[in-house]
Structures are given as structure tokens and as C-alpha cells.
């Protein structure tokens, strides 16, 4: 497991700690809500006029709010567990460091299956016998379930693989291809370090990030052209970042311009 990796399933632990805690809070607090309302007598209605009214009435409420923070906290619950079960799903992240190597694996599976889709359509529009096309379809894989499937017509009447599905496959071959080589150009870069007026402009290959460090918290001014150009505040960096690609050094540039004016005016007051 590499660091990147090792970030994520440290990231999915804490979701699920988080979810974990919320569904017990929701429990207890579900447990008080239910006590608090076995100590009206079933069925007892609010006795209006007598002196017991108005603490009645903000019991009941009371209730009625305990049990609304349960139901809230169990919402929270889900919403982390939910959480916790995308960490990971959402394709292969251009932060981790073996990208390139599992997008080549990838797009290995995808030509693959691309030339056995190809060779399926060539066996299914032979003229031969359904006995002979089913075997030739196991030979290359399938099983014989999916090779007597592939063989019958659909609604139009067409057999095998429509070609939208072998362009679409094409189509996702390219794209796995564009990002293989804008990694490989992104691992010729260097780290590029400048000093501004009162912060450090960054591009970190190791982080994959273009990042601004400022001596202190940076006037709102600053946080405004930083917010416009989509950096965000990272905690653990200690500075404001976004990835590291042509768009990124791009808005950095223009962020460096911004803080440039923004002193030039700060000198002339």
C-alpha cells in the first residue's frame, strides 16, 4: 500500500469512526426521547386549564425535539457511512503515485476487451452451426451461459456486440490514453519554488499541488483571489492548494498578478 493509499484508507476510517459515533449518539439520544415519553401515562391527554398545563405542554415538546436531534443524528450516521463507501470509487486519482501504472493495466483491460468483443462479432456472423459458434464463443472466454446469450437476436433482431458498445469502448481506450500521457509529461516537471511579498509561491510534483504559504493568515482581500482562482485552505499543508496541472499554474499565475496589484496599492496608501 503507498502513502497515497494509505491516506485513503486512513480517510474512510475516520468516515466510518464518525459514522459509527453519530449512530450511537443517535441511539442514546433515541433511548431519552423514549423514556421522557413513558413518563406521561398512555393515552393521557394535556389537561387544559389545570396548573400542569403549560410544564405538560413543554415536556412534550422536549420530546418531540429529542427525538427530532435521534432521527438528525442518524441521518448524520448514514451520511458518513455513505461516505465512507465512495472512498475509493471515483477512478484512479492523478494524486496517487502508481496512477500510471494501474491506468496502464486498465487500458490493457480495455483493449482486450475490446479485441474479444471484435472477434466475438466475427464468430456470431459466421455462417456456421449454433453448436460450432457457441464453442468457438467459450474458447475465447466466455462462458457457455453468456456464448448461447450473445447468440440470440435482440428487439431488432441484431445479434452480438452493437457497434455503439465497441465505440464507446474505443472512445475509452483514447481517454485512458490522454491521461497516461498527460501523468508521464506531468512526472518530467520540477518542483518550482518563488518567494512573493509575504508568501511562497509553490509547485510540489510530490504533492501534486500548486500551493501559496503565507507568513500569517492572509488579508480577506487575498482570500477573495484565492477563493476566485479555486484554491482552497488545506490544514495539513498549511497552505492554500489546488492540483498541480495546466490550469492550476495557470490560476497560480493569475493569483500572483492579483497580489502583485494588491501591493502595489497597500505601497501607495
Given amino acids: ?15 466510518e469512526q464518525r459514522a459509527q459515533a453519530a449512530s450511537t449518539e443517535s441511539q442514546r439520544t433515541y433511548d431519552h ?24 405542554r ?7 425535539t429529542t427525538y427530532g436531534k435521534a432521527f438528525d443524528l442518524q441521518d448524520k450516521a448514514k451520511h458518513y457511512e455513505q ?10 486519482s492523478s494524486d496517487d503515485p502508481a496512477a500510471i501504472e494501474k491506468l496502464k493495466a486498465e487500458l490493457a483491460q480495455v483493449e482486450t476487451a475490446q479485441e474479444r468483443m471484435k472477434a466475438a462479432n466475427k464468430v456470431i456472423r459466421s455462417k456456421k452451426t449454433d453448436d460450432v459458434r457457441v464453442a468457438e464463443l467459450v474458447a475465447l472466454g466466455f462462458t457457455e451461459a453468456q456464448a448461447v446469450e450473445l447468440l440470440k437476436p ?30 508521464e509529461a506531468r512526472r518530467q516537471r520540477v518542483d518550482v519554488e518563488e518567494e512573493g511579498e509575504g508568501y511562497t509561491y509553490r509547485e510540489d510534483t510530490e504533492e501534486n499541488r500548486v500551493m501559496f504559504i503565507f507568513d500569517g493568515k492572509p488579508a480577506p482581500e ?48
Wanted: proline share 3%; no cysteine.
Fill in 1 to 15: 500500500m503507498n502513502a497515497y493509499e494509505q491516506k485513503q484508507a486512513a480517510r474512510k476510517a475516520r468516515f
Fill in 33 to 56: 426521547a423514549k423514556s421522557m415519553a413513558e413518563a406521561i401515562p398512555f393515552g393521557q391527554p394535556i389537561l387544559v386549564g389545570h396548573h400542569s398545563e403549560k410544564r405538560d
Fill in 58 to 64: 413543554n415536556h412534550r415538546d422536549r420530546i418531540h
Fill in 83 to 92: 461516505k465512507a463507501a465512495s472512498v475509493g470509487t471515483g477512478g484512479i
Fill in 154 to 183: 435482440d428487439f431488432a433482431g441484431r445479434v452480438g456486440f452493437p457497434s455503439y458498445a465497441l465505440t464507446n469502448n474505443n472512445a475509452n481506450a483514447r481517454r485512458i490514453t490522454k491521461r497516461i500521457e498527460e501523468l
Fill in 222 to 269: 487575498v482570500r477573495d483571489v484565492l477563493k476566485r482562482n479555486a484554491f482552497k485552505w488545506s490544514p495539513s499543508r498549511g497552505a492554500w492548494v489546488r492540483q498541480l496541472n495546466n490550469a492550476g499554474i495557470y490560476a497560480g499565475q493569475n493569483v500572483k498578478e492579483r497580489l502583485a496589484d494588491i501591493a502595489k496599492i497597500g505601497d501607495t496608501q
